[in-house]
């Protein structure tokens, strides 16, 4: 595998389910990132991990749990989601050390979540 | 906070024909800026980035892009449009926590 891998690819829930999306990233990365992308939305991002780390949190709701056990995995944990959750589910990686000049960020390519 | 807003949602263009995607940007520090694409049912995938050194980018595709601080802009080219060139892009600047703020997105559509 190469890149940054997500698992599932499509996912359909109903409201009282407890599901989980997986990321993983091979690029030697030290920081990931969940990003939510609905329609006629742009990119909202929703967590991010640096070194193990949580560093930001934007104001997502709490039925979304994001874990991040080391710095190549990164997992989304769903839980009483609403219709309105549907949406394309993307996770990205980057090399965030202050000595890097890269700074891009790497995307899988998303979970497509439907809520019913 | 930094952001970027893109000009046209929707741009159309004749196979051959220039391409031109609108980005502009805010930025309270010097920005680093990127051009991302995707494909229907994709991930984003990087086309070109700007951080430092010389201000026309070139990237992938043969699309490039110029960094203009006294515009704030960063607008996206390509001098003859593919077929293959059509999808969703995205320009977006780093923020301090070294995440991206998006753009809206620009769909482009090219004709035959």
């Known amino acids: 595998e190469t890149g940054v891998t997500q698992t599932p690819r499509h996912l359909v829930m109903g409201m009282t389910n407890k599901k989980s999306l997986k990321c993983e990233q091979h690029?030697?990365?030290?920081?990931m990132y969940w990003y939510k992308q609905s329609a006629k939305k742009p990119l909202e991002l929703m967590f991010v991990y640096n070194f193990k780390e949580q560093t930001e949190n934007n104001s997502v709701p709490s039925r979304f749990s994001p874990e991040c056990p080391n710095s190549s995995h990164l997992f989304l944990h769903l839980h009483t989601l609403q219709p309105e959750d549907s949406a394309l589910y993307l996770c990205a990686s980057s090399d965030a050390r202050i000595s890097s000049d890269s700074y891009e960020q790497y995307f899988g390519p998303g979970t497509r979540l439907t809520v019913t | 906070a930094q952001s970027v807003t893109q000009l046209g949602s929707h741009v159309s263009v004749s196979e051959g024909a220039l391409v031109l995607l609108r980005c502009n940007y805010s930025s309270s520090v010097p920005p680093y800026l990127f051009w991302y694409v995707q494909y229907p049912n994709q991930g984003l995938q990087l086309l070109l980035k700007y951080t430092t050194g010389a201000t026309l980018v070139k990237g992938i595709n043969g699309f490039e892009a110029e960094f203009k601080k006294s515009e704030t802009s960063f607008h996206l080219t390509k001098p003859s449009a593919h077929m293959s060139d059509a999808a969703e892009y995205f320009c977006a600047v780093m923020d301090s926590g070294y995440a991206l703020n998006f753009g809206k997105g620009t769909s482009l559509l090219v004709t035959p």
């Open positions: 690029l030697g990365h030290n920081a």
